[in-house]
């Protein structure tokens, strides 16, 4: 009954510990945007993005056909931590140029992109436009290096769950194979975490292992990123369970202290996921906090059984301390089970927008394949749960395959937890063009396939508003030959004129605006759009 307790004890202080949680951005707005023809140079590059963005290891850079423009180093205002500016230096001559932006997402991805855009000529499409902005794919690297934070994570809080809660003798499952493991797990752990500090500053200053030592590399990813102050706070907490550690095998508080702490470490962990993409950002880190512990629990303790159970058991006749530990195991095996049910499932809604982006997707594609071994885990586990309560011949080596399948299952959630998320981002079509005197603005709203309301107004360059005669639209796919569809706008109010075109495929599409004004001047504009399928 204490040990129980102790448990709740445990999970209470640890939802106690502040949250802290990041985003996941995309650039939504550009100023110039993507293909806009001036007639004249902006006077800065102006980025805006759906959730701040990191103060450190961002870029912005203009380059025409002549070479690079010279531009102040890029900031964010200090009134909104969404927006990236960076100011020209000069005015910009006639002619074509390309912005090639580089930022930290709140939860510590870089993504980058391209927007191109003309002076004083007319529209210029180019395929390395802004929709194709990347984001980060890890490296075997990173995967390695959290892979092995997530197994020491297992060991340490499964041999401990096993220790404190498991086996009833709990002084002599305190030995040297305990002790071993742990230390080994403790080191293995000391350095993942080390170690990720320079990892991340790899991906977030765009250098390689030989130059990523820099001092000055090293102080901007610890003081100016999200990543930073994690990381410290783990430093902290490692400092603290070495001592609890050294104190276990003497006094069972430490024990319970161990495990506390380590599931703060796991806690922090869950803090600079994906977890913030979400509208509930508390619940996002709750829920990713004991998915991750639910699994290190079954994982680690599962390994315990295989190492610690048969040499305790082979101290006396007495085998029923055998079976009774199998048990107990079994039964907080269904509860390992909901918890990574009901916390999988949310995160799957969470960060899969729809079937399609589930099979379709890389993020979609690792998910699947994690659940499907997840289920092959779980009949292992329900196989051996029955030999418990049978208590047929031990477990023999169909335990060591499942906790097999679980390390594959933990390097996939080390690639998971890297990899952009399968949630498509509301699209933003809004852009600008000028042509001659006229001014068209084009909003297209929601941008997705099916009924769509856009949005056309029009001015001259000095304010007023044209006399049109007429405003008509095709559209045109840019993926495959689907011939022209036909737009009639309506006149919504003076220099607002409004359509409902039904989209019938996502990809990108040519939106061709025709204008015939009544003294009988007449031009077309084109706008390039991107087109996504709705959640």
Not at 9 to 19: G, K, Q, S, Y
Not at 94 to 110: A, C, E, M, N, Q
Not at 450 to 465: A, R, W
Not at 503 to 520: A, F, N, Q, R
Request: charged residues 15%; aromatic residues 10%; proline residues 4%.
């Amino acid at each position: 009954m204490k040990r129980m307790i102790w448990l709740m004890v445990c999970i209470i202080c640890l939802m106690a510990l502040p949250e802290m949680t990041s985003a996941h951005a995309y650039l939504k707005q550009s100023n110039p945007s993507v293909n806009t023809m001036l007639e004249t140079s902006p006077k800065n590059i102006s980025l805006v993005f759906s959730e701040p963005i990191q103060p450190a290891f961002h870029h912005v850079e203009v380059f025409s056909e002549d070479g690079k423009a010279e531009l102040d180093e890029s900031f964010i205002p200090d009134d909104n931590e969404t927006q990236l500016i960076a100011k020209l230096k000069q005015d910009l001559g006639k002619g074509v140029y390309t912005i090639k932006w580089r930022v930290i997402s709140s939860d510590g991805h870089p993504i980058e992109g391209t927007i191109p855009f003309t002076i004083g000529k007319e529209f210029v499409t180019k395929d390395d436009a802004e929709d194709d902005a990347s984001v980060y794919f890890p490296g075997l690297d990173k995967i390695l290096i959290q892979g092995m934070q997530y197994l020491s994570f297992s060991l340490l809080i499964g041999f401990l769950f096993f220790h404190l809660w498991l086996y009833p003798r709990k002084k002599t499952s305190y030995n040297s194979r305990f002790s071993g493991i742990i230390w080994i797990a403790f080191t293995l752990l000391t350095l993942s975490i080390l170690f990720s500090l320079p990892l991340q500053t790899t991906t977030d200053a765009e250098v390689g292992w030989n130059r990523v030592f820099k001092i000055s590399l090293l102080k901007e990813t610890i003081f100016h990123t999200t990543f930073g102050t994690i990381w410290m706070i783990e430093m902290g907490l490692l400092v603290i369970l070495f001592s609890s550690l050294l104190l276990t095998k003497k006094a069972i508080s430490a024990a319970y202290g161990s495990f506390l702490l380590i599931a703060a470490l796991i806690l922090c962990k869950a803090s600079i996921g994906h977890t913030a993409a979400v509208n509930n950002q508390v619940l996002a880190v709750i829920m990713d906090f004991f998915h991750l512990l639910g699994m290190a629990l079954w994982l680690g303790t599962l390994l315990a059984l295989v190492i610690l159970l048969p040499g305790e058991s082979k101290k006396g006749k007495d085998h029923s301390i055998y079976w009774q530990t199998i048990q107990r195991f079994s039964a907080f095996a269904i509860v390992f089970v909901l918890i990574l049910l009901v916390t999988g499932i949310y995160s799957s809604v969470q960060h899969v927008s729809s079937i399609q982006s589930l099979v379709t997707t890389s993020y979609g594609k690792v998910l699947i394949g994690k659940i499907l071994l997840m289920l092959i885990m779980i009949g292992m586990g329900a196989y051996h749960s029955f030999r418990g309560k049978c208590k047929e011949k031990k477990l023999g080596p169909s335990v060591l395959i499942e906790f097999s399948i679980g390390l594959i299952i933990i390097m996939l959630a080390a690639l998971l937890t890297n990899l952009p998320t399968a949630n498509s981002h509301e699209i933003d079509n809004s852009q600008v063009v000028t042509i001659e005197n006229y001014q068209i603005s084009l909003e297209l709203t929601p941008s997705q396939t099916g009924v769509n309301e856009m949005k056309v107004q029009l001015s001259k360059k000095n304010g007023d508003i044209p006399d049109i005669e007429q405003i008509t639209g095709t559209l045109v796919s840019s993926n495959m030959n689907m011939g022209e569809g036909n737009i009639e706008l309506k006149k919504k109010e003076s220099g607002t004129y409004t359509a409902e075109p039904i989209i019938s495929m996502d990809g990108s599409w040519k939106l061709s605006i025709h204008v015939l004004t009544k003294e009988y001047d007449s031009f077309d504009a084109d706008f390039p759009i991107t087109i996504s399928k709705p959640k």
